[in-house]
């Protein structure tokens, strides 16, 4: 079974400044990887998602992350944050068949609250 | 296109009743899944509706039980309720079983 551990639980950082988030997974096999993003009283949007290919990803508001297979690591960064990044942020996994198919079970982290200062 | 709804946003339950939760997929989409999210804590998967049937299960005992309709609409059952059970239930629905999940903005169920 795949577990998600996200290292710190509140990540506080003043506007501007660069930030990164830290996820680690365990699994036996392939997976997929995803950050989702919680605003208060919402559900979770999908920030980026890593399915093959390119380690790197991106979003459309400048986050990116990065799959590191020996380390088991996806961790998220953003080089400038916003206020408006306040939220909090949800690193997840998907396990995959040998033929790369999943099965829509997300296993997700403790999250990370994000809190960005003027 | 439409969003994925939930429906009620807040309810209030007392231990022992049962309770019905509502989804309404995004236009399109014909797998929902159910998630519960625990006061500080990640979602946690209970389970997936493909096409009308029961498609995966995580770890919640037999009185969570779910219905997917043929217009790709759900539902999320709990028997018995329990204190435990108090939580954010989150609905997503998705194109296909292994596509992006959209999440609804869940129902806030309190269990006194």
């Known amino acids: 079974a795949q577990s998600v551990t996200q290292l710190d639980s509140q990540v506080p950082v003043f506007e501007e400044a660069p930030v990164e988030l830290r996820c680690n997974y365990s699994?036996?096999?392939?997976?997929?990887l995803f950050w989702y993003v919680q605003y208060p009283n919402q559900g979770l949007q999908l920030l980026l998602k890593?399915?093959?290919?390119?380690?790197l990803v991106e979003s459309i508001n400048g986050f990116e992350a990065e799959f590191n297979k020996s380390q088991t690591s996806f961790h998220l960064r953003k080089p400038s944050v916003h206020i408006s990044d306040t939220a909090e942020y949800f690193c997840?996994?998907?396990?995959?068949?040998?033929?790369?198919?999943?099965?829509?079970?997300?296993?997700f982290g403790q999250g990370t609250i994000l809190t960005v200062h003027p | 296109e439409t969003g994925v709804t939930q429906s009620p946003t807040h309810l209030i339950k007392t231990r022992g009743q049962q309770v019905t939760l509502r989804c309404s997929s995004q236009?399109?989409?014909?797998?929902v899944s159910w998630y519960q999210q625990a006061l500080g804590q990640g979602p946690q998967f209970i389970f997936q509706?493909?096409?009308?049937?029961?498609?995966g299960r995580g770890n919640f005992p037999p009185r969570f039980s779910g219905l997917q309709f043929p217009n790709y609409s759900s539902e999320l059952n709990v028997n018995a309720l329990e204190l435990d059970d108090s939580a954010l239930y989150l609905c997503?629905?998705?194109?296909?079983?292994?596509?992006?999940?959209?999440f609804g903005n869940g129902t806030r169920l309190t269990v006194t």
């Open positions: 236009s399109g989409h014909n797998t």
């Open positions: 509706y493909y096409r009308e049937e029961e498609n």
């Open positions: 997503a629905s998705s194109l296909l079983v292994n596509s992006p999940l959209h």
């Open positions: 890593y399915l093959s290919g390119s380690t």
């Open positions: 699994s036996s096999v392939s997976v997929y």
């Open positions: 997840a996994v998907e396990e995959t068949n040998a033929g790369g198919t999943s099965y829509g079970k997300l296993t």
